[in-house]
């Protein structure tokens, strides 16, 4: 049996979790204290500028998967009489507050004292913030936008709509909290969140280099950076940071495997299996890297931001992303992204918790495989709830894959 080669991580994923340490010492201790959202959400920069901790149950669900906790508190939610059917992130959050009497993985997410909820997401978040605001009886603030279907033509009158949600948003937040939130504060965290965009952006291009400098793993926890620090002094250091690396990885030729190692570039479609993310090790002793995923590259808030005019700036991050615009819109970026990362095979997760990202695989796989004659591989399983996940199954089918892909 072949020894397994010890491959160098890049020295930023220390740094996330060192953040990621931080960040929940902050949700713990800090006050005020908002859940809110992990999609393309005003709500974050806005709390910043306030000097409210913003919390995020999503990325709270991310962490108790890898610490193999989340099943435990889906099955607790399931008790309470939630049905198997809700999105395993809400059903871990509903667990966790039920069975809070266990010790908490890095020691729990804090008490909210009021939720912030924008709509340019998950359906079924509405009713689950609704659910926590009861729960807890605290307030909810929400900002309603559009779906945009046709993102190239935006109305004006769909950006005056989402400004005036934001204002009112805003107005409410300061009555809740008793706080001002000044144009200057708002206009330095619009300012940060864009620096973090715009290497972010960059980031993302770099992607594109043959050896592929960094893998879907290290992508994804640079995510955090992205969604959770938006807005920061933080956040904008870390990602440049970030950046500044995996420039220079790509300078001295440095990727994930050698250029020789290097065979296959993969596509992942939908969220990765956060209780084994030990499968992307699986493809890398095969000669496969992933420099991109749709989860990854179309569905945050990565809309160009102006410091000049932050409600506008804010407006327009809540109109975007992927959540919140049509499916040929998505398939239509994806063929040209295949095609500029020279990606030839595909791994589709058919995710049973997030509906909004699976609707349109069937359509993506058949596209894919018909446009660009590429291999698709559609995978059955939950992005947090690992009940249902079968490896034997799941090995089986890759290693099928592989063989079918070649050398």
């Known amino acids: 049996m072949t020894e397994k080669k010890k491959r160098e991580r890049p020295a930023f994923n220390s740094k996330v979790s060192e953040a990621i340490g931080r960040h929940y010492k902050d949700v713990q201790t800090k006050r005020h204290l908002a859940y809110t959202l992990m999609s393309p959400n005003p709500f ?15 990325n709270y669900a991310c962490i ?4 193999h906790t989340s099943m435990v508190y889906c099955e607790t939610a399931e008790g309470e009489n939630y049905t198997p059917d809700i999105c395993s992130y809400c059903r871990n ?27 340019c997401a998950c359906t079924h978040y509405f009713k689950w913030w609704d659910a926590l605001s009861e729960i807890y009886s605290k307030p909810l603030v929400y900002v309603n936008t ?19 949600e934001i204002e009112g948003a805003i107005a409410n937040i300061e009555n809740i909290v008793g706080v001002k939130i000044t144009n200057d504060q708002l206009s330095k965290a619009v300012m940060l969140s864009g620096k973090i965009v715009d290497y972010w952006k960059k980031l993302l291009e770099l992607q594109k280099a043959v050896p592929c400098p960094i893998n879907l793993p290290d ?15 933080q956040g904008a250091d870390l990602m440049e940071a970030i950046y500044d690396e995996t420039s220079k990885r790509v300078a001295a030729g440095k990727g994930v495997l050698s250029k020789e190692e290097e065979r296959h570039r993969l596509l992942w479609l939908n969220i990765p299996f956060w209780y084994n993310l030990g499968i992307f ?5 095969r000669g496969c890297v992933f420099p991109f995923s749709d989860y990854t590259q179309y569905i945050w808030g990565t809309t160009r931001m102006d410091a000049s005019k932050p409600i506008e700036s804010l407006a327009r991050k809540a109109l975007g992303g992927e959540l919140n615009t ?7 970026k994806m063929l040209n992204d295949i095609r500029d990362y020279q990606i030839d095979g595909v791994i589709a997760h058919s995710n049973r918790s997030c509906r909004i990202l699976s609707v349109g695989i069937p359509d993506a796989a058949e596209i894919i495989r018909a446009e660009l004659n590429i ?5 059955d399983g939950d992005h947090t709830d690992e009940r249902i996940y079968s490896d034997a199954n799941v090995m089986n089918r890759i290693d099928a894959f592989l063989e079918m892909l070649g050398k």
């Open 64 to 67: 108790c998967a890898a610490k």
């Open 375 to 379: 291999p698709v591989l559609v995978l």
């Open 281 to 285: 090790g699986y493809f890398e002793e």
């Open 44 to 58: 974050v920069e806005i709390a910043y500028a306030a000097g409210i901790q913003p919390g995020f149950p999503e």
């Open 326 to 332: 049509s499916l040929d819109d998505q398939i239509e």
């Open 146 to 164: 559009p779906r945009v279907m046709e993102p190239k033509s935006v109305p004006d009158y769909y950006l005056n709509y989402a400004m005036k």
């Open 93 to 119: 959050n509903l667990g966790y507050f039920y069975g809070s009497g266990e010790t908490p993985p890095v020691g729990g997410i804090g008490e909210p004292d009021l939720f912030l909820l924008t709509t």
């Open 219 to 233: 992508i994804s926890n640079a995510l955090f950076v992205l969604i959770v620090l938006a807005g920061t002094q």
